[in-house]
C-alpha cells in the first residue's frame, strides 16, 4: 500500500510557475506508476500526466504540454511536477494518484491509491 501527500499549490498569477510534489510512503514507491489529476467544481477529475515506473516514460494531456514535466526521484519517494505558463484555467486542485500498472493511464479508474490535493489557483 502507498500513501501519497501533494504538497506545492499556491495562489500565482497567469505566466508565473509552481512546483508541485508528491510525497509517497509505503513499499516499493519505485514500481507505482504515478499520475497527477485535476479538478474544479462540478466537473469530471482530468488527466494532466504521468510518469511510468519501468521506463521513466512521461505522458501529458494536451492542455498542459510543453508547460509541465513531471519527474520522479525514487530515491526520496517523490514526483513533481513543474508547471510554467500558468493559465487561469489551470486552476483546480491537483492530485497524484498511483498505480501498479507499467503504462501510464490518463483514466483515473486505473489508480488505485491518491492522495488529498492540493489547490492551485492561477489569476489573470
Known amino acids: 500500500q502507498v500513501q501519497l501527500v501533494e504538497s506545492g499549490g499556491g495562489l500565482v498569477q497567469a505566466g508565473a510557475s509552481l512546483r508541485l510534489s508528491c510525497a509517497a510512503s509505503?513499499?516499493?514507491?519505485?514500481?507505482?506508476?504515478i499520475g497527477w489529476f485535476r479538478q474544479t467544481p462540478g466537473k469530471e477529475r482530468e488527466f494532466v500526466g504521468g510518469?511510468?515506473?519501468?521506463?521513466?516514460?512521461?505522458y501529458y494531456a494536451d492542455s498542459v504540454k510543453g508547460r509541465f514535466t513531471i519527474s520522479r526521484d525514487n530515491a526520496k519517494n517523490s514526483v513533481s511536477v513543474q508547471m510554467n505558463s500558468l493559465k487561469p484555467e489551470d486552476t483546480a486542485l491537483y492530485y497524484c494518484?498511483?498505480?501498479?500498472?507499467?503504462?501510464?493511464?490518463?483514466?483515473?479508474?486505473?489508480?488505485?491509491?491518491w492522495g488529498q490535493g492540493t489547490q492551485v489557483t492561477v489569476s489573470s
Open positions: 494518484a498511483a498505480t501498479s500498472q507499467v503504462a501510464v493511464y490518463t483514466t483515473k479508474e486505473r489508480y488505485d491509491y
Open positions: 510518469i511510468s515506473w519501468i521506463s521513466g516514460s512521461t
Open positions: 509505503g513499499r516499493a514507491f519505485s514500481r507505482y506508476t
